[in-house]
């Protein structure tokens, strides 16, 4: 395990060791290559083709023959090519060939790799054996070709190779094909009597029956994530880092790669990372081994708003150090942060500090932070409204795509119609949503668990002149009250649940509450929410009261270039006795 860790961490870094070599040192005597290769027999020439621009393969495959090079290999996804050669000259030759070679205007680079026929093979059956496909890799991808930048741009943002439209085109499928998946879900519940089975007659047709608007794109396609949470480790080479962790811990993977090129990381984050990463390179404190659990510097979360605010949180361990040294470290760290480093950019509006001695990696609500510089919150505008945020309180990460994304849910909740209406903002936190709307409602209320974010979204009404809010800091599936109707009031409920949507009873209470006809629920992964909306559309029984919602219309907001995630919002209208001729209640 440890040497497959290693190799592929020196693949990430680029060192001579690749994973193919080592993938077959796993049960030899590591380090005796030349051993090795003459036990595995053969050996395998492949050469790697960089720099390839989008094309089709047969377009691609046919400018190689037309070179004398023939099976090259390239996924969709792939950035780059591949081919293998049983003849070391033959693959000179290749490299000889296509470096300089200019192929659509790209100028392409190819680097020859030496792999033993044994190791070649093993990889390719034991992809096989994964997920059955021949030569792919867990998601699909060869990875072992890519410089160390792309290896963890890779992994953090799995989609950083893709032109942004063919981005969106990807993600808006996605979306639909969550839609389609849903409607599958429905169909398949069990025990539906005939006058029931009415209700949700719409989803048996083979139509959709809502309209799926255009992806809407993030107007920032790069740097645009406000909160980063880097860890603190080492590199291979044992150098302190600042970053992101290399594969998957529990693979053994304990090492850290800087985040320089990561395509959604801002500048300003990059800079704080690397201004962290010199500081605990000259600290007498070692940085925390997460094999050892022993060390001192854990992690470093930034928040850098567009109004220039910007929030640093840093977390030790501090187990044995004693107050004195851990007041003296508190000390240091503010000057550094606020007078040290202010000649290179960076202007901390607050620092906070975590003492945290558990087991669990990253920030962590069970230990308390503690303001060393400032106030101990920032803030971000949007649509007009300024925000204020704690250290704990979420914030959507992009802010001019959030901006979109609600301006859209605004319009959807058609408030302007002249009606009293209540707005429910279900998982507020810091009331962003609600307060946003506040001004074309009678009464906006909040109901978040975090009480932290409670805090904000109290100020921010208040900040923002917003007197009609009512909020409060529970889970939601506790204060099913909300859904009740005091008056005559129409009740629209906007529901921003974390991944896994609500609790069941959340949903159950929405149905139940028959004044409430219009539900829009914006989804960050609507795989892991399609229980709620199930819940939400299945037909009525004696646990599902009321007469259930349908999906209307649906539109995805990419909150988040590069990567493979994306907002789905989905508008549910309650379907009418009429639809289902009178029956079915
Ligand atoms: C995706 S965030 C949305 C927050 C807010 N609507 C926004 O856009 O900034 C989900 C929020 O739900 C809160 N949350 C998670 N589970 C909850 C629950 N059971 N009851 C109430 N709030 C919950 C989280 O603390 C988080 O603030």
Known sequence: MLKYARSLLDTVLGRKRTLEVDDTTENTNAGDENKRIKTDGGMVYQVTIS???????SYLKSHFLSKGIPRVKKAPEWNYAVVNFKDKKEAQSAVEKINGDVFKGNLLEAKLVEITEESHRTRFQNKK???????????GVDLSHLTPAERLARQVTPLYYMPYEEQ????????EGHLKSFKRELLRIKDISEASKKQIEWATKPETPWEVLDIIPSPEVEGYRTKCEFTIGKNLDGEPTVGFLLGLFRMGIVSVLEPSELKNIPDIAKKIAKSMEDYVRASEYPVYDREAKEGVWRTIMTKT?????????????????????????????VDYWTVRVKDQGIDVTTLLFQEWDGVSNGMTDRAETQVLYGDGYIFEELLGCRFRLSSSAFFQVNTPGTEL????????CNLNNGKKTTLLDICCGTGTIGITMAKSVDKVIGVEMVPEAIVDAKANAARNGITNVTYYANKVEDRLDVFKRVGDEEIVAVLDPPRNGVHASVIRAIREAKHIDKVIFISCDAKQAGPNFTTLCR???SRHKGLPFKP????????FPHTDHCELMIEFARIKPEDIDGDGQ
């Open 305 to 333: 708003q567009r109004t220039g605010d910007v929030m640093i949180v840093i977390q030790i361990k501090s187990e044995g150090l004693g107050i004195e040294k851990v007041d003296e470290l508190k000390k240091d760290l």
């Open 51 to 57: 720099n390839i621009p989008t094309c089709s393969n």
């Open 552 to 559: 209307v219309r649906a539109v995805s907001i990419d909150l």
């Open 129 to 139: 054996g994964k997920k059955g496909k021949k030569g792919k890799a867990d998601d």
């Open 405 to 412: 994304m609600y301006s859209k849910c605004a319009e959807w």
């Open 168 to 175: 969106l085109k990807k993600k808006q499928s996605v979306g």
């Open 539 to 541: 037909p009525q029984t």
